[in-house]
Protein backbone atom coordinates (compact mmCIF):
# COMPACT_ATOMS: atom_id res chain seq x y z
CA UNK A 1 0.00 0.00 0.00
CA UNK A 2 0.98 3.84 -0.99
CA UNK A 3 0.49 5.90 2.18
CA UNK A 4 0.59 9.73 1.71
CA UNK A 5 0.62 12.23 4.61
CA UNK A 6 0.07 15.68 4.07
CA UNK A 7 -1.47 19.11 5.62
CA UNK A 8 -3.08 21.06 3.38
CA UNK A 9 -5.29 23.46 4.40
CA UNK A 10 -8.80 22.87 2.27
CA UNK A 11 -10.79 25.98 2.63
CA UNK A 12 -14.63 26.06 1.83
CA UNK A 13 -17.70 28.32 1.84
CA UNK A 14 -20.57 26.35 4.13
CA UNK A 15 -23.44 25.91 1.88
CA UNK A 16 -26.98 24.26 2.86
CA UNK A 17 -27.75 20.38 3.28
CA UNK A 18 -30.39 21.78 0.82
CA UNK A 19 -28.53 22.27 -1.97
CA UNK A 20 -26.63 19.28 -1.23
CA UNK A 21 -29.55 17.17 -1.06
CA UNK A 22 -30.80 18.54 -4.23
CA UNK A 23 -27.81 17.33 -6.23
CA UNK A 24 -27.39 14.24 -5.12
CA UNK A 25 -28.76 12.65 -8.44
CA UNK A 26 -27.08 14.46 -11.21
CA UNK A 27 -23.96 14.88 -13.02
CA UNK A 28 -21.78 17.86 -12.82
CA UNK A 29 -18.61 18.77 -14.80
CA UNK A 30 -16.67 20.42 -11.43
CA UNK A 31 -13.05 18.99 -10.64
CA UNK A 32 -13.52 18.51 -7.09
CA UNK A 33 -16.02 16.32 -4.76
CA UNK A 34 -16.32 16.90 -1.29
CA UNK A 35 -16.98 13.82 1.31
CA UNK A 36 -17.73 14.04 5.02
CA UNK A 37 -19.88 11.86 7.67
CA UNK A 38 -23.58 12.09 9.00
CA UNK A 39 -24.01 10.91 12.21
CA UNK A 40 -26.30 12.81 14.79
CA UNK A 41 -24.69 16.31 14.95
CA UNK A 42 -24.35 15.27 18.61
CA UNK A 43 -21.60 13.04 19.15
CA UNK A 44 -17.74 13.45 18.17
CA UNK A 45 -14.87 10.95 16.36
CA UNK A 46 -11.09 11.42 16.61
CA UNK A 47 -10.32 8.79 14.27
CA UNK A 48 -12.92 7.88 10.54
CA UNK A 49 -11.98 6.43 7.45
CA UNK A 50 -13.67 6.13 4.17
CA UNK A 51 -13.18 3.76 1.80
CA UNK A 52 -13.45 5.12 -1.87
CA UNK A 53 -14.08 2.98 -4.74
CA UNK A 54 -13.10 5.50 -7.78
CA UNK A 55 -13.13 2.91 -10.48
CA UNK A 56 -16.87 1.93 -9.64
CA UNK A 57 -17.33 5.16 -9.76
CA UNK A 58 -15.76 5.97 -13.17
CA UNK A 59 -13.07 7.97 -11.85
CA UNK A 60 -9.10 7.53 -12.63
CA UNK A 61 -6.40 7.38 -10.39
CA UNK A 62 -3.17 7.94 -10.74
CA UNK A 63 -1.16 5.15 -12.82
CA UNK A 64 1.78 5.65 -10.59
CA UNK A 65 0.79 6.08 -6.85
CA UNK A 66 -2.93 4.44 -7.40
CA UNK A 67 -3.99 8.09 -5.55
CA UNK A 68 -6.36 10.82 -6.12
CA UNK A 69 -4.99 13.80 -3.94
CA UNK A 70 -7.41 14.84 -1.31
CA UNK A 71 -7.10 17.38 1.00
CA UNK A 72 -8.93 18.57 4.25
CA UNK A 73 -11.70 20.58 5.01
CA UNK A 74 -11.75 24.25 6.24
CA UNK A 75 -12.87 23.15 9.54
CA UNK A 76 -10.54 20.14 9.78
CA UNK A 77 -7.83 21.92 8.81
CA UNK A 78 -8.29 24.86 11.62
CA UNK A 79 -7.18 22.25 13.91
CA UNK A 80 -3.40 22.45 13.35
CA UNK A 81 -3.75 18.46 14.83
CA UNK A 82 -6.09 17.00 12.47
CA UNK A 83 -4.22 14.81 9.78
CA UNK A 84 -5.04 13.20 6.30
CA UNK A 85 -3.77 10.03 5.33
CA UNK A 86 -4.64 8.89 1.65
CA UNK A 87 -3.85 5.37 0.97
CA UNK A 88 -4.12 3.46 -2.43
CA UNK A 89 -5.85 -0.38 -1.29
CA UNK A 90 -4.31 -3.06 -3.37
CA UNK A 91 -2.02 -3.33 -6.34
CA UNK A 92 -0.09 -2.98 -8.11
CA UNK A 93 -1.40 -2.06 -10.78
CA UNK A 94 -3.65 0.96 -8.99
CA UNK A 95 -7.33 -0.92 -7.87
CA UNK A 96 -8.94 2.42 -8.09
CA UNK A 97 -9.62 1.91 -4.20
CA UNK A 98 -8.42 4.81 -1.79
CA UNK A 99 -9.01 5.07 1.86
CA UNK A 100 -8.94 8.46 3.27
CA UNK A 101 -8.22 8.61 7.11
CA UNK A 102 -8.63 11.99 9.21
CA UNK A 103 -7.44 11.19 12.87
CA UNK A 104 -5.49 13.21 15.25
CA UNK A 105 -8.27 15.49 16.45
CA UNK A 106 -11.44 16.00 17.69
CA UNK A 107 -14.39 16.47 15.07
CA UNK A 108 -18.60 16.55 15.16
CA UNK A 109 -19.97 13.18 13.73
CA UNK A 110 -21.22 15.42 11.03
CA UNK A 111 -19.11 17.27 9.05
CA UNK A 112 -17.53 17.47 5.92
CA UNK A 113 -14.09 16.04 6.31
CA UNK A 114 -12.00 16.44 2.81
CA UNK A 115 -12.34 17.05 -0.86
CA UNK A 116 -10.52 14.97 -3.43
CA UNK A 117 -9.83 15.55 -7.46
CA UNK A 118 -12.21 14.00 -9.77
CA UNK A 119 -12.53 13.45 -13.57
CA UNK A 120 -15.05 16.04 -15.16
CA UNK A 121 -18.32 15.56 -15.71
CA UNK A 122 -17.98 12.73 -12.71
CA UNK A 123 -21.38 11.18 -11.80
CA UNK A 124 -22.14 12.42 -8.01
CA UNK A 125 -24.72 9.31 -7.99
CA UNK A 126 -22.04 6.85 -8.74
CA UNK A 127 -19.55 8.27 -5.66
CA UNK A 128 -22.40 8.13 -3.37
CA UNK A 129 -22.86 4.31 -3.84
CA UNK A 130 -19.54 3.38 -4.17
CA UNK A 131 -18.18 5.54 -0.21
CA UNK A 132 -18.24 3.60 2.49
CA UNK A 133 -17.28 4.33 5.95
CA UNK A 134 -13.91 1.66 6.51
CA UNK A 135 -13.40 2.67 10.29
CA UNK A 136 -14.21 5.07 12.87
CA UNK A 137 -13.88 6.13 16.69
CA UNK A 138 -16.81 8.07 17.27
CA UNK A 139 -19.50 8.19 19.62
CA UNK A 140 -22.87 7.00 19.60
CA UNK A 141 -21.99 4.46 16.54
CA UNK A 142 -20.77 4.66 13.03
CA UNK A 143 -22.14 7.23 11.18
CA UNK A 144 -23.37 7.60 7.46
CA UNK A 145 -21.57 8.86 4.70
CA UNK A 146 -21.81 11.98 2.62
CA UNK A 147 -20.98 13.08 -0.62
CA UNK A 148 -21.46 16.62 -2.44
CA UNK A 149 -20.39 18.54 -5.61
CA UNK A 150 -20.76 21.78 -3.75
CA UNK A 151 -17.78 22.95 -1.01
CA UNK A 152 -19.67 22.46 2.66
CA UNK A 153 -22.64 20.22 1.29
CA UNK A 154 -21.68 17.71 3.92
CA UNK A 155 -21.59 20.73 6.41
CA UNK A 156 -24.87 20.76 9.22
CA UNK A 157 -26.48 24.35 8.20
CA UNK A 158 -30.17 23.63 7.45
CA UNK A 159 -32.02 25.89 4.83
CA UNK A 160 -35.63 25.75 5.20
CA UNK A 161 -37.51 25.20 1.62
CA UNK A 162 -40.69 25.57 0.64
CA UNK A 163 -41.99 24.18 -2.68
CA UNK A 164 -44.93 23.36 -4.49
CA UNK A 165 -45.31 22.35 -7.83
CA UNK A 166 -48.28 21.21 -10.36
CA UNK A 167 -47.61 19.49 -13.53
CA UNK A 168 -49.92 17.95 -16.24
CA UNK A 169 -49.08 15.88 -19.34
CA UNK A 170 -50.87 14.89 -22.29
CA UNK A 171 -50.01 12.17 -24.63
CA UNK A 172 -51.13 11.78 -28.44
CA UNK A 173 -50.14 9.56 -30.83
CA UNK A 174 -50.83 9.83 -35.03
CA UNK A 175 -52.96 6.87 -34.24
CA UNK A 176 -56.78 7.55 -34.89
CA UNK A 177 -58.04 4.68 -32.43
CA UNK A 178 -55.67 5.34 -29.45
CA UNK A 179 -55.47 8.22 -27.09
CA UNK A 180 -54.57 8.84 -23.75
CA UNK A 181 -54.50 12.01 -21.06
CA UNK A 182 -52.98 12.32 -17.90
CA UNK A 183 -53.14 14.87 -15.18
CA UNK A 184 -51.13 14.99 -11.76
CA UNK A 185 -50.64 17.38 -9.20
CA UNK A 186 -48.24 17.14 -6.27
CA UNK A 187 -46.70 19.67 -3.14
CA UNK A 188 -44.28 19.38 -0.79
CA UNK A 189 -44.07 21.69 2.28
CA UNK A 190 -42.18 22.00 5.48
CA UNK A 191 -41.60 24.62 8.06
CA UNK A 192 -41.52 28.08 7.05
CA UNK A 193 -38.37 30.25 8.77
CA UNK A 194 -39.25 33.76 9.96
CA UNK A 195 -36.32 34.98 8.43
CA UNK A 196 -37.37 34.07 4.31
CA UNK A 197 -36.11 36.60 2.14
CA UNK A 198 -36.11 35.81 -0.52
CA UNK A 199 -38.81 34.33 -3.26
CA UNK A 200 -38.77 33.00 -7.31
CA UNK A 201 -40.98 31.79 -9.49
CA UNK A 202 -40.03 30.02 -12.90
CA UNK A 203 -41.67 27.45 -15.32
CA UNK A 204 -40.61 25.38 -18.09
CA UNK A 205 -41.58 23.40 -21.28
CA UNK A 206 -39.91 19.89 -22.42
CA UNK A 207 -40.97 18.43 -26.00
CA UNK A 208 -39.92 15.02 -26.83
CA UNK A 209 -40.66 13.30 -30.12
CA UNK A 210 -41.27 9.89 -29.99
CA UNK A 211 -41.26 8.13 -33.37
CA UNK A 212 -44.44 8.52 -34.66
CA UNK A 213 -45.75 10.61 -32.01
CA UNK A 214 -45.04 13.36 -29.94
CA UNK A 215 -45.27 14.32 -25.80
CA UNK A 216 -45.33 17.48 -24.52
CA UNK A 217 -44.61 18.05 -20.92
CA UNK A 218 -45.53 21.40 -19.44
CA UNK A 219 -44.04 22.05 -15.35
CA UNK A 220 -46.59 24.44 -13.62
CA UNK A 221 -44.69 27.39 -11.90
CA UNK A 222 -42.34 26.30 -8.70
CA UNK A 223 -41.70 29.00 -5.80
CA UNK A 224 -38.69 28.56 -3.53
CA UNK A 225 -38.38 30.41 -0.50
CA UNK A 226 -34.59 30.46 0.92
CA UNK A 227 -34.80 30.47 4.74
CA UNK A 228 -31.32 32.14 5.63
CA UNK A 229 -29.93 35.26 3.88
CA UNK A 230 -26.22 34.44 2.49
CA UNK A 231 -23.67 35.02 5.06
CA UNK A 232 -20.52 37.36 4.80
CA UNK A 233 -16.86 36.41 6.20
CA UNK A 234 -15.02 38.73 8.24
CA UNK A 235 -11.72 38.41 9.22
CA UNK A 236 -11.15 39.14 12.50
CA UNK A 237 -7.18 39.93 14.02
CA UNK A 238 -6.74 39.41 17.35
CA UNK A 239 -3.77 41.56 19.02
CA UNK A 240 -1.61 41.73 22.38
CA UNK A 241 -1.03 45.28 23.05
CA UNK A 242 0.44 47.19 25.81
CA UNK A 243 -1.93 49.28 28.30
CA UNK A 244 1.19 51.01 30.27
CA UNK A 245 4.56 52.87 29.23
CA UNK A 246 7.48 50.74 29.29
CA UNK A 247 9.66 49.24 30.13
CA UNK A 248 7.45 45.85 28.62
CA UNK A 249 7.96 42.87 30.90
CA UNK A 250 7.42 39.17 28.93
CA UNK A 251 4.81 37.44 29.03
CA UNK A 252 4.67 33.59 29.03
CA UNK A 253 1.16 32.84 29.16
CA UNK A 254 -2.43 34.44 28.22
CA UNK A 255 -6.05 33.70 27.93
CA UNK A 256 -9.23 35.21 27.25
CA UNK A 257 -12.77 35.32 26.24
CA UNK A 258 -14.65 36.78 23.87
CA UNK A 259 -18.61 38.16 24.31
CA UNK A 260 -19.73 38.11 21.08
CA UNK A 261 -23.39 38.31 21.89
CA UNK A 262 -23.62 41.84 20.43
CA UNK A 263 -22.50 41.16 17.33
CA UNK A 264 -25.47 39.49 15.46
CA UNK A 265 -23.38 36.52 13.86
CA UNK A 266 -20.93 33.89 14.82
CA UNK A 267 -17.73 32.54 14.41
CA UNK A 268 -17.03 29.94 12.27
CA UNK A 269 -16.97 26.58 13.47
CA UNK A 270 -18.01 25.45 17.02
CA UNK A 271 -15.93 24.21 19.65
CA UNK A 272 -12.39 23.03 19.09
CA UNK A 273 -13.10 23.09 15.34
CA UNK A 274 -13.54 27.03 15.30
CA UNK A 275 -12.18 28.64 12.65
CA UNK A 276 -9.01 30.29 14.04
CA UNK A 277 -5.51 30.51 13.18
CA UNK A 278 -2.24 31.54 15.19
CA UNK A 279 -0.83 34.94 14.14
CA UNK A 280 2.19 34.14 11.44
CA UNK A 281 5.31 34.09 13.32
CA UNK A 282 4.35 33.86 16.74
CA UNK A 283 5.75 31.08 18.26
CA UNK A 284 3.31 30.21 21.27
CA UNK A 285 1.23 27.21 21.88
CA UNK A 286 -2.60 27.90 20.85
CA UNK A 287 -5.82 26.64 21.95
CA UNK A 288 -9.05 27.43 20.65
CA UNK A 289 -12.98 27.09 21.64
CA UNK A 290 -16.16 28.47 20.51
CA UNK A 291 -19.45 28.40 22.77
CA UNK A 292 -22.01 28.71 20.09
CA UNK A 293 -25.32 28.83 22.98
CA UNK A 294 -23.30 31.48 25.07
CA UNK A 295 -21.84 33.36 22.18
CA UNK A 296 -18.32 33.18 24.01
CA UNK A 297 -14.55 32.39 22.03
CA UNK A 298 -12.11 31.44 24.30
CA UNK A 299 -8.11 31.98 23.07
CA UNK A 300 -5.14 30.91 25.26
CA UNK A 301 -1.47 31.06 24.43
CA UNK A 302 1.28 29.48 26.44
CA UNK A 303 5.43 30.06 25.09
CA UNK A 304 8.34 29.49 27.57
CA UNK A 305 10.55 31.84 25.46
CA UNK A 306 7.69 34.23 26.38
CA UNK A 307 7.04 37.27 24.16
CA UNK A 308 6.68 41.12 24.14
CA UNK A 309 3.96 43.50 23.01
CA UNK A 310 2.89 44.48 20.59
CA UNK A 311 2.44 40.63 18.93
CA UNK A 312 -0.28 39.85 17.12
CA UNK A 313 -1.87 36.90 18.24
CA UNK A 314 -4.70 35.10 16.06
CA UNK A 315 -6.82 35.11 13.01
CA UNK A 316 -10.64 34.08 12.90
CA UNK A 317 -13.13 34.23 10.81
CA UNK A 318 -16.70 35.44 11.88
CA UNK A 319 -19.91 35.14 9.87
CA UNK A 320 -23.00 37.64 9.46
CA UNK A 321 -25.57 37.44 7.27
CA UNK A 322 -25.81 39.82 4.47
CA UNK A 323 -28.96 41.82 6.00
CA UNK A 324 -27.05 42.68 8.72
CA UNK A 325 -24.72 45.88 9.55
CA UNK A 326 -20.37 44.67 9.16
CA UNK A 327 -19.72 44.23 12.27
CA UNK A 328 -17.01 46.55 14.46
CA UNK A 329 -14.69 46.02 17.27
CA UNK A 330 -17.21 47.44 19.70
CA UNK A 331 -19.43 44.66 19.16
CA UNK A 332 -17.04 42.49 20.82
CA UNK A 333 -15.79 42.41 24.45
CA UNK A 334 -12.57 40.66 25.53
CA UNK A 335 -12.04 39.59 29.14
CA UNK A 336 -8.41 38.49 30.51
CA UNK A 337 -9.31 35.69 32.42
CA UNK A 338 -5.26 34.32 33.09
CA UNK A 339 -1.97 35.80 32.12
CA UNK A 340 1.12 35.25 33.23
CA UNK A 341 4.41 37.37 33.47
CA UNK A 342 7.75 35.20 32.72
CA UNK A 343 9.97 36.27 35.79
CA UNK A 344 11.43 39.70 35.93
CA UNK A 345 13.31 41.09 38.99
CA UNK A 346 12.27 44.01 41.30
CA UNK A 347 14.20 46.60 40.76
CA UNK A 348 15.13 47.01 44.45
CA UNK A 349 15.19 43.55 45.90
CA UNK A 350 15.45 40.99 43.29
CA UNK A 351 12.02 39.58 44.30
CA UNK A 352 9.88 38.54 41.36
CA UNK A 353 7.22 40.50 40.42
CA UNK A 354 3.80 38.85 38.76
CA UNK A 355 0.96 40.40 36.16
CA UNK A 356 -0.42 43.28 38.12
CA UNK A 357 3.49 44.40 38.84
CA UNK A 358 3.79 43.88 42.28
CA UNK A 359 6.76 42.19 43.82
CA UNK A 360 6.17 38.76 44.95
CA UNK A 361 6.84 38.54 48.02
CA UNK A 362 5.86 41.85 48.89
CA UNK A 363 8.44 44.37 48.53
CA UNK A 364 8.66 48.43 48.71
CA UNK A 365 10.59 48.76 45.14
CA UNK A 366 8.94 48.40 41.80
CA UNK A 367 8.77 45.75 39.32
CA UNK A 368 11.00 46.47 35.75
CA UNK A 369 7.93 46.57 33.73
CA UNK A 370 4.35 47.24 32.94
CA UNK A 371 1.80 44.45 32.84
CA UNK A 372 1.01 43.83 29.16
CA UNK A 373 -2.38 42.19 29.39
CA UNK A 374 -4.61 43.99 27.64
CA UNK A 375 -5.88 42.33 23.70
CA UNK A 376 -7.92 44.31 21.49
CA UNK A 377 -9.07 43.38 17.89
CA UNK A 378 -6.99 45.59 15.48
CA UNK A 379 -8.39 44.84 12.13
CA UNK A 380 -11.87 43.57 10.99
CA UNK A 381 -12.07 43.23 6.82
CA UNK A 382 -14.03 41.09 4.76
CA UNK A 383 -13.24 38.00 2.68
CA UNK A 384 -14.07 37.90 -0.41
CA UNK A 385 -12.90 34.81 -2.83
CA UNK A 386 -12.35 36.43 -6.35
CA UNK A 387 -11.43 39.65 -5.98
CA UNK A 388 -7.67 39.37 -6.30
CA UNK A 389 -6.47 40.16 -2.72
CA UNK A 390 -4.88 37.21 -0.99
CA UNK A 391 -7.06 38.60 2.82
CA UNK A 392 -7.32 36.51 6.30
CA UNK A 393 -6.68 32.93 5.80
CA UNK A 394 -6.77 32.69 1.93
CA UNK A 395 -4.22 31.01 -0.01
CA UNK A 396 -4.87 32.50 -3.24
CA UNK A 397 -7.02 35.10 -5.18
CA UNK A 398 -8.31 34.53 -8.08
CA UNK A 399 -9.37 30.56 -8.41
CA UNK A 400 -7.51 29.48 -11.41
CA UNK A 401 -4.94 26.59 -11.93
CA UNK A 402 -4.02 25.20 -8.29
CA UNK A 403 -5.93 27.20 -6.72
CA UNK A 404 -9.76 26.13 -6.48
CA UNK A 405 -12.93 28.34 -6.28
CA UNK A 406 -12.69 28.61 -2.56
CA UNK A 407 -9.39 30.31 -2.68
CA UNK A 408 -7.18 27.31 -1.21
CA UNK A 409 -4.42 25.55 -2.85
CA UNK A 410 -4.64 22.03 -4.36
CA UNK A 411 -1.21 21.76 -5.67
CA UNK A 412 1.12 18.88 -4.56
CA UNK A 413 4.25 20.00 -3.96
CA UNK A 414 7.27 17.87 -4.64
CA UNK A 415 5.63 15.95 -7.57
CA UNK A 416 8.29 18.01 -9.88
CA UNK A 417 5.21 19.94 -11.55
CA UNK A 418 4.98 23.72 -11.21
CA UNK A 419 1.23 24.52 -10.14
CA UNK A 420 0.81 27.93 -10.72
CA UNK A 421 -0.27 30.28 -8.61
CA UNK A 422 0.34 28.29 -6.13
CA UNK A 423 3.78 27.44 -6.57
CA UNK A 424 6.74 28.86 -7.62
CA UNK A 425 9.05 25.94 -8.08
CA UNK A 426 9.45 22.57 -7.53
CA UNK A 427 11.84 20.68 -8.62
CA UNK A 428 10.73 17.17 -6.41
CA UNK A 429 13.71 15.48 -4.19
CA UNK A 430 16.76 14.09 -4.42
CA UNK A 431 17.76 10.07 -4.84
CA UNK A 432 19.60 9.02 -1.73
CA UNK A 433 21.02 5.66 -1.00
CA UNK A 434 20.96 4.08 -4.47
CA UNK A 435 22.62 3.75 -7.84
CA UNK A 436 21.66 6.65 -9.66
CA UNK A 437 24.50 9.07 -10.22
CA UNK A 438 24.51 12.01 -7.39
CA UNK A 439 21.66 14.86 -8.16
CA UNK A 440 19.23 12.39 -9.31
CA UNK A 441 15.72 13.98 -9.19
CA UNK A 442 12.49 12.12 -8.16
CA UNK A 443 9.00 12.64 -7.22
CA UNK A 444 8.98 13.14 -3.57
CA UNK A 445 5.10 13.20 -3.19
CA UNK A 446 5.02 9.10 -4.86
CA UNK A 447 8.08 8.25 -3.95
CA UNK A 448 9.17 7.34 -7.50
CA UNK A 449 12.31 7.95 -9.63
CA UNK A 450 14.74 5.82 -7.67
CA UNK A 451 15.99 2.60 -8.11
CA UNK A 452 14.50 -0.57 -5.37
CA UNK A 453 17.65 0.37 -2.95
CA UNK A 454 16.99 4.50 -2.93
CA UNK A 455 14.75 6.84 -1.63
CA UNK A 456 13.72 10.17 -2.54
CA UNK A 457 14.52 12.75 -0.05
CA UNK A 458 14.11 16.77 0.04
CA UNK A 459 16.55 18.40 -0.85
CA UNK A 460 17.67 21.77 1.81
CA UNK A 461 19.70 23.15 -0.91
CA UNK A 462 17.36 23.49 -4.18
CA UNK A 463 16.72 26.88 -3.34
CA UNK A 464 12.81 25.79 -3.12
CA UNK A 465 11.01 25.80 0.17
CA UNK A 466 8.68 23.18 1.79
CA UNK A 467 5.73 25.16 0.07
CA UNK A 468 7.54 25.39 -3.01
CA UNK A 469 8.07 28.77 -3.08
CA UNK A 470 11.50 30.72 -3.58
CA UNK A 471 13.92 30.74 -1.00
CA UNK A 472 14.90 34.74 -1.42
Not at 70 to 95: F, K, L, Q
Request: glycine share 10%; charged share 15%; proline share 6%.
Amino acid sequence: MRKLTHKIVAAAMALSLGSFYSGCSSSTDALLAFFGIAGSGFNTCSDVTLRIDFEAAGISVDEATGLIGCARSVVIAANPNCMIEETAVGGPPPTGVVDVRIYGCTFLDFIELFSCNVDSGFSLSALIANTTVQSDDCGGGTPGTCVSDVAGGCNPEPTTTTSTSTSSTTSSTTSSTTSSTTSSTSSSTSSTSSTSSTSSTSSSTTTTTLGNGTTTTTMGPTTTTMGDPMNLEYCLTFQNLPDAPPPFPLLGALQYDVDYSLANGEFQGMADMVVCQKAAGFGALEAFNDDDAGDSLTHGFADSNGWSVPQALAICIFEKADTEPAPLAGDFSINVTDASLLQKTCITSGANCNVDGDCVPPDPGECSGATTARVDITTIDQQVCGDSNVTCLEECDPPGGSCDASCTCTNSCGDQVVEAPCEECDPGGICQFGGEPPGTRCNFVAQTGCDMGGFCLEDPDDGCDDNCLLIP
